[in-house]
């Protein structure tokens, strides 16, 4: 059974910071592609970062400079480090693993940003 798992999510004040986590099992975690997305209250789900199996990474240029993706392959486990928090920023944050045509998603946690 697969399993995508976010957390780290919570209240931040304007100019925080908060560490993403997006634990899996089920799958195997090297081959597949990781990505963040979000969706802000009657907004559509808009693409935040990715990184590939091998290690190739692109941003949204609304977050570039400020967020960064990585994973650890050994623990299964990607990450979103997010600075310089902003009120836009606010959003439920969904962690993807991709293969091919194959999605998985998880459940998302809910990152909100405000003084």
């Known amino acids: 059974q697969v399993q995508v798992v976010e957390s780290g999510g919570g209240l931040v004040q304007p100019g925080g910071s908060l560490r993403l986590s997006c634990a899996t099992s089920?799958?195997?975690?090297?081959?597949?592609?990781m990505a963040w997305y979000r969706q802000a209250p009657e907004k559509q789900r808009e693409l935040v970062a990715s990184?590939?199996?091998?290690?190739?990474?692109n941003y949204a240029d609304s977050v570039k400079g400020r967020f960064a993706i990585s994973r650890d392959n050994a623990k299964n486990t990607a990450y979103l480090q997010m600075n310089s928090l902003k009120a836009e920023d606010t959003a439920v944050y969904y962690c993807?693993?991709?293969?091919?045509?194959?999605?998985?998603w998880g459940q998302g946690t809910q990152v909100t940003v405000s003084s």
């Open positions: 089920g799958i195997t975690f090297r081959f597949y592609a």
């Open positions: 993807s693993a991709r293969q091919f045509s194959t999605d998985y």
């Open positions: 990184i590939s199996a091998s290690g190739s990474i």
